[in-house]
């Protein structure tokens, strides 16, 4: 028998799972319109690939991966699109993001699509089948699939696959291994092929034996030797990843690390379904198994087209009229839908309808008293006391020291808090400001590196505007004729200085060089002249010519008035 191991803290709500998984999963009935969103996984949102007005198959593709961490987005049925915009989806902030709103024609008509043989292809063609497939992490990261499939840089040894499904009131995921086991476990192959793993370790929390006794009997009936099913101590949060992995393994993810770094690789039970699915069949991600709960009339599960709206499939269920709030998730880490009208997701669940009686609203916070239970719970081992004092003061570098980003928010602190502190979204909100001033810091380093290269860019056009004008000069230097050189006049060293005679003649000889070179320089400007011709003389009317005629004649008498002796003379006076 294995040996399990235990992880720091948890707590034991009750687990409202009965009410839902006492019948089979049902197909949920077509919605009157799907609201698909563009960004339902982690990294970058989908680009859309369709218009309004076009009519698209089941199947496919309406939103393109952007970059290498994304995921393809799929039409869930077919229909005509009518409308691409922003409208509110189901997020912690209430914000609209970009969603394709398709209208069904009820025909359900499917793209050609084919599966391919996992050990025939090679591993690239099967992530890439994965990525445009939409494959992500069904159990709440929504982490692309494909990124979380390759093995190159650490050597993997154990695939964990995780069916603890550890928060109240959730039951999809025990409902699918009681009745889809076969498919998970080939699932799990694909994904254990590709990291060539050594083995398969499915953990299963001890509260759903039905789904462990599926479990171990496909992989008896398949006769997977490198696979064993073993139930895990039901503790809250033993279905993240790295607690169960500890449990599992005893290996301790400490902060900063990926599991992958320890040899460990963990993907979602309904995830390993969906990659069986894309890769066999060549069927794209359209739909999950989604527990509808809470103030129903009939809690259950059903498998549900992604973009319904969940109006319409808590209607389904038989939502009581005293409703006053969706949850998606459970009640520990769901999330209070803004609307019904947002659609289901990829990481959509489970749906809890929340009355007054079964969720009051919260009671006022007060102040800590330093207990230190939340200390006591927390299953990352951090000190939440502290983290709340830091965030509520904004002080978020100290947050950070107290290792804030290694909170998974499981919100086991508040559950615990006497003072019925929100301690959870004060996390979120201090993760928020951080990653908010990163971007700013980020977007200033860029403005500068560009405001630098800028300057640079000038600075250098100057010096190449300098060195062209030098090189001009110097051409211009090269090409002009040179001047006569002055004859050289030797000073006689017995020369007195005060000699009035060898001043005169060395005045004489300084004129005679200036003459000389005023003669050049009258010589040049007389060819200079005759070389040049007028650029305004031709084309001239009758009228210029006379007016040009006439000061020619003005001119011409008064050279010949200056040429007479006497000439400027001043008339005698009267």
Not at 101 to 130: C, F, N, V
Request: hydrophobic share 40%; aromatic share 6%.
């Amino acid at each position: 028998m294995r040996k399990l191991f235990k992880f720091h803290g948890g707590v034991h709500p009750p687990t409202h799972k009965t009410e839902s998984s006492r019948t089979p999963i049902v197909q949920a009935a077509m919605p009157s319109k799907l609201v698909i969103p563009l960004h339902q996984h982690v990294g970058n949102r989908a680009v859309p690939t369709v218009q309004v007005g076009e009519r698209v198959l089941k199947g496919q593709i309406i939103g393109r991966p952007e970059g290498r961490l994304s995921s393809a987005v799929h039409a869930s049925t077919s229909g005509t699109v009518s409308a691409v915009d922003m409208q509110v989806v189901a997020h912690f902030s209430g914000l609209p993001d970009l969603c394709v709103t398709i209208i069904p024609d009820g025909k359900d008509e499917w793209i050609a699509h084919s599966g391919m043989d996992y050990k025939q292809t090679p591993h690239s063609e099967l992530r890439q089948r994965l990525r445009e497939a939409g494959i992500v992490g069904l159990g709440g990261a929504v982490f692309p699939s494909d990124m979380k499939s390759y093995s190159h840089k650490h050597k993997i040894k154990t695939l964990v696959l995780n069916g603890a499904e550890c928060e109240p009131y959730i039951t999809c995921d025990d409902l699918l291994m009681r009745e889809r086991a076969n498919e998970i476990l080939r699932g799990a192959e694909v994904l254990r092929e590709l990291l060539y793993a050594e083995e398969v370790l499915i953990g299963i929390e001890d509260n759903k034996p039905e789904a462990i006794a599926a479990m171990r009997q496909a992989v008896a009936d398949d006769g997977h030797a490198r696979m064993e099913v073993i139930a895990v101590p039901t503790l809250y949060p033993g279905g993240g990843a790295k607690q169960l992995i500890r449990v599992l393994t005893g290996i301790e993810v400490a902060a900063g690390v990926r599991s992958t770094e320890k040899g460990v690789q963990c993907f979602n039970v309904a995830t390993a379904y969906c990659a069986w699915r894309a890769i066999t069949f060549g069927e794209p991600l359209l739909s999950r198994i989604v527990t509808v709960t809470g103030n129903v009339e009939r809690a259950q599960n059903f498998e549900v087209l992604l973009g319904t709206p969940v109006d319409e499939l808590v209607a389904q269920a038989g939502s009581k009229a005293d409703t006053y709030k969706h949850i998606m998730g459970g009640p520990m880490m769901g999330v209070d839908l803004p609307s019904g009208a947002v659609g289901v997701t990829k990481a959509t669940n489970c749906i809890i309808e929340a009355s007054q009686a079964m969720f009051p609203p919260p009671q006022a916070a007060m102040p800590c008293i330093r207990c230190a239970r939340c200390a006591a719970v927390c299953p990352a081992e951090l000190q939440p006391q502290d983290m709340y004092w830091f965030a509520k003061g904004k002080d978020f570098g100290k947050t950070q020291e107290f290792h804030l980003f290694d909170c998974i928010e499981c919100g086991a602190c508040a559950y615990v808090c006497p003072s019925h502190i929100p301690l959870v979204q004060y996390y979120r909100f201090a993760k928020s400001e951080i990653w908010q001033r990163e971007q700013e810091q980020q977007a200033a380093e860029v403005a500068r590196e560009r405001h630098e290269f800028h300057m640079l860019r000038i600075e250098r056009e100057k010096q190449e505007k300098a060195e062209r004008l030098a090189q001009k000069e110097k051409a211009a230097l090269a090409a002009k004729p040179a001047a006569p050189t002055p004859l050289p006049v030797a000073a006689d060293p017995n020369a007195d200085p005060e000699n009035t005679l060898q001043m005169r003649i060395d005045s004489a000889v300084a004129h005679s060089n200036m003459q000389m070179r005023i003669d050049a320089a009258a010589a040049r400007a007389k060819e200079q002249v005759a070389t040049e011709q007028p650029k305004n003389t031709d084309a001239l009317t009758p009228q210029q010519q006379a007016e040009i005629a006439e000061i020619e004649a003005r001119r011409a008498k008064f050279h010949e008035i200056a040429s007479h002796p006497g000439a400027d003379d001043e008339s005698p006076k009267q």
